[in-house]
């Protein structure tokens, strides 16, 4: 499961709460999918009828659960949400889609881990709003077709590639959140120290928005941390209240964080650069091995330290550097 960057507290949970964009207009960044969501939502408004299914990829953190409940709110409508591991059997989402009202936004997070049986029967609701439910066993079995009422299907995951293509073809679109440039957030820190009524310099916030990893989460719950460390050691929020609260929780000058490290270390040291498969990866640096594709490289990848090959991963020269050794020169030895 990939519970690294989620919500860790109710504490946590209330914070990105009160922190949501609650419009397009507000959300920061990813302007191409703003877009192609305004256009999709406006259409569907004209047109007086459900918008599209929509899928939304990308790293945990970006904003996903973020547009679903946007989704649901520019259109007025009521929201739903639940998850890929909360649905097990295809009876788990039969209960949920059955009781959907006309018009509302059903978010399946992590849609990537529900139960194949119910996968086939999303299929079916997603295109003619519409299930079957089985009724006895053997023999005597049979499927009683049960109307729906018109919904909209928004569907997260923090890898495309894994979901079946009859269910992705099923999307009328699909949205791939890209990680934020640090002048984003930036802009998100910047909201959200108002919202919070943090007095902190612009030069602190852009020292975190520089280390969040392109992350928003990220980027607030660091806000946080050097709101801490201001408080308790009485000084500004300032540059140096962020380098201290940073180093103190192992984010380093670049924004990777200790797993990030353990990681490009490991293909490193370990593997002399590699490459080096995913799993034989994950078990040497004791995490799973969706974690570490899911979170871990695709942030390596962006930051130019690790790059895919069809052999492996394989470390850049800026990998080597960034851990203050020198690149290897042979290859192949
Ligand atoms: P995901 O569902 O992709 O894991 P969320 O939608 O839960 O991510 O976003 C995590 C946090 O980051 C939320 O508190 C949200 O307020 C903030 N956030 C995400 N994207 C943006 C954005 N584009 N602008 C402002 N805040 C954002």
């Known amino acids: 499961e990939v519970r690294r960057v989620t919500p860790e507290s109710d504490a946590e949970l209330a914070f990105e709460g009160a922190l ?19 256009l999709l939502l406006e259409a569907a408004a004209l047109q007086s009828r459900t918008p599209d299914h929509i899928l939304l990829a990308g790293p945990p953190g970006l904003g996903k659960t973020t547009l ?18 909360a649905i097990q059997h295809a009876g788990d989402l039969a209960a949920v889609l059955s009781s959907l009202v006309p018009g509302e936004v059903l978010f399946i997070d992590e849609i990537h881990r529900m139960a194949r049986s119910a996968e086939e029967m999303l299929y079916l609701a997603m295109e003619d709003f519409r299930v079957d ?11 009683i077709p049960l109307e729906l009422a018109p919904f909209t299907l928004v569907g997260a995951t923090t890898r495309a590639g894994l979901l079946p293509n009859p269910l992705r073809d099923r999307f009328g679109f699909t949205a791939h959140l890209e990680f934020y440039e640090p002048e984003e957030l930036h802009q998100v820190l910047v909201r959200a120290a108002r919202l919070l009524t943090l007095a902190i310099d612009d030069d602190a916030l852009g020292e975190i928005a520089r280390r969040s990893r392109g992350t928003p989460r990220i980027a607030n719950r660091l806000l946080r941390r050097v709101r801490d460390y201001a408080l308790v050691h009485g000084g500004a929020a300032d540059r140096t209240a962020v380098r201290a609260a940073l180093e ?6 670049q ?7 353990a990681v490009l270390s490991a293909v490193v040291e370990r593997f002399d650069g590699g490459p080096v498969g995913l799993s034989t990866l994950a078990v040497s640096v004791g995490e799973e091995a969706e974690t570490i594709e899911a979170v871990v490289e695709p942030f390596l990848v962006r930051s130019g330290l690790l790059s895919r090959t069809p052999r492996g991963r394989v470390a850049t020269v800026r990998a080597w550097q960034h851990l203050g050794l020198a690149p290897r020169t042979t290859v192949g030895d």
Do not use: W
């Open 68 to 85: 679903a409940m946007i989704v649901a709110h520019e259109g007025q409508r009521p929201l739903r949400m639940t998850s890929g591991p």
């Open 248 to 253: 103190l929780y192992d984010v380093d000058e």
């Open 255 to 261: 924004g990777l964080d200790r797993l990030d490290r």
């Open 20 to 38: 949501r964009p609650q419009s397009l207009g507000e959300f920061v960044g990813q302007h191409k999918v703003r877009r192609q969501l305004q």
């Open 133 to 143: 439910i089985m009724v006895g066993k053997g023999a005597g079995a049979t499927s």
